[in-house]
């Protein structure tokens, strides 16, 4: 039965609208990046004109990212999302009419792209606490899988579709489609029905004081993302900036890196699928243990492994990278108040985007002067180390995956409906104790 099945999500119109908004905008943005660079490229060769213009879009998320979860639980989650498509489909165009009309600077377009990170910043927390008031509550996990699934699809496909399409049509259209992408995604979020927060706002400080009470007295979620913040930091700059240097330098060459690159989204691919139907009880556990993959390419480019060896090992990364995305997703959604999901989210977001320069600048300042192998060797231990020690911890071990709980016409017959913004489950004192 489709109720039972690993699909019976899909059974609910808010969460087919909501994923379909999703694909259509990553449509878009997953090409941008192409057409941008060649547009900028268009009107100067150099790459200080876009090293601007992409810092300009990274930036406001540093500063915006903990005031969109504010508004993610202070107004309607439906709204802040529409809102937050309609600014980069403007931001966009203009973008795309700059560019046909021979008018595009490196300052108007960082502007624009300025513009459209504050609305990304200000969006994200609400798309990533909207779930749990568009599905049953123990279709969390599912509906997380769902979600990634086509969501990696797009991100393997999409950069070469718009290759593909700036050499047909040029960059312009390219990014025309990114604009009408986010206009669509728009309208099907204003059609999701979901309500405002059941509650009385109080003032902006205290929304942010409250959620950082939240996210700070639970020791399972702050030490998990704690512990990310070393794990990306080391992941990126072992993997994403030291894996090319190795590659180009070495016997592996820039194509196979590519075969490597792919490998690790086909990774990503399956993760999602045995998400999709493994449903483990004790999903911290499983969430902090499928950590500890990331390791593997490391290990393999550090010893020269041969190129199956070393894709292998990014597959291996890649399902256990998407596996641990879904399990964190799905134990704070099921053990946090809905209202407050916003800010939580927020902050730990906030924490993986700041380990991103970090790690960058860490790591490659330590392969300059200890040698690329060591720090790859060294980052592999590290956070093998910073994954497994939160084992130590009797909260993580007791942060269990609920049940299914009732579904909406029980809900509405006795308690409080989940889809209203309120928390039906709350927190259980003997599922998430303190350590």
């Not at 660079?37 to 992409?54: K, N």
């Not at 409250?210 to 020791?219: A, I, K, M, Q, V």
């Not at 380990?355 to 002067?369: D, F, N």
Request: charged residues 10%; aromatic residues 6%.
């Amino acid at each position: 039965m489709l109720r039972q099945g690993s699909l019976a999500t899909l059974r609910h119109k808010p969460f087919r609208l909501f994923l379909l908004a999703r694909l259509v905008s990553m449509s878009g943005t997953a090409m941008a990046p192409v057409a941008l660079a060649f547009a900028v490229l268009g009107f100067d060769s150099g790459p200080a004109s876009l090293a601007i213009v992409l810092a300009a879009n990274t930036a406001p998320q540093l500063v915006l990212l903990l005031v969109g979860g504010v508004l993610a639980d202070r107004f309607s989650r439906q709204r802040v999302m529409v809102i937050g498509n309609l600014i980069p489909a403007v931001t966009q165009g203009c973008v795309a009419l700059l560019v046909v009309s021979g008018t595009a600077t490196t300052g108007r377009i960082a502007l624009f792209a300025a513009l459209a990170g504050c609305a990304s910043a200000l969006t994200q927390p609400a798309m990533n606490s909207v779930l749990p008031q568009l599905v049953d509550p123990g279709e969390l996990q599912q509906a997380n899988a769902l979600m990634r699934l086509p969501s990696n699809l797009i991100r393997i496909l999409a950069p070469a579709v718009g290759g593909v399409l700036v050499a047909l049509v040029g960059p312009e259209l390219t990014l025309g489609w990114d604009a009408a992408s986010f206009a669509v995604a728009a309208l099907l979020c204003s059609r999701l029905g979901v309500s405002g927060p059941a509650r009385t706002p109080a003032s902006v400080f205290r929304d942010f004081k409250d959620g950082w009470r939240e996210f700070s007295r639970l020791f399972w979620i702050w030490s998990y993302v704690l512990s990310g913040t070393v794990v990306v930091a080391l992941w990126l700059g072992g993997y994403q900036l030291l894996g090319p240097v190795v590659a180009v330098n070495g016997r592996l060459g820039a194509p196979s890196w590519g075969i490597v690159q792919g490998a690790f989204a086909a990774g990503l691919f399956l993760g999602g699928v045995v998400s999709l139907t493994w449903k483990p009880s004790r999903v911290m556990v499983v969430c902090v243990c499928a950590n500890v993959p990331l390791a593997l390419p490391l290990v393999a480019l550090a010893e020269g492994a041969p190129l199956a060896v070393l894709a292998g090992a990014a597959v291996l990364a890649g399902i256990g990278l998407d596996i641990a995305i879904v399990c964190w997703s799905t134990a704070v959604q099921e053990h946090l108040p809905s209202e407050v999901l916003g800010r939580v989210s927020s902050f730990s977001s906030a924490g993986e985007l700041m380990s991103v320069p970090l790690g960058y600048l860490v790591v490659g300042a330590a392969a300059t002067s200890l040698g690329t192998e060591a720090v790859l060797v060294w980052s592999a231990v590290l956070m093998t180390a910073a994954s497994l020690v939160l084992l130590l911890a009797p909260s993580v071990w007791a942060v269990r995956r609920l049940s299914a709980g009732p579904g909406p016409a029980a809900a509405a017959a006795g308690g409080q409906d989940h889809r209203d913004g309120r928390s039906r489950t709350g927190r259980a004192p003997d599922q998430v104790a303190r350590p």
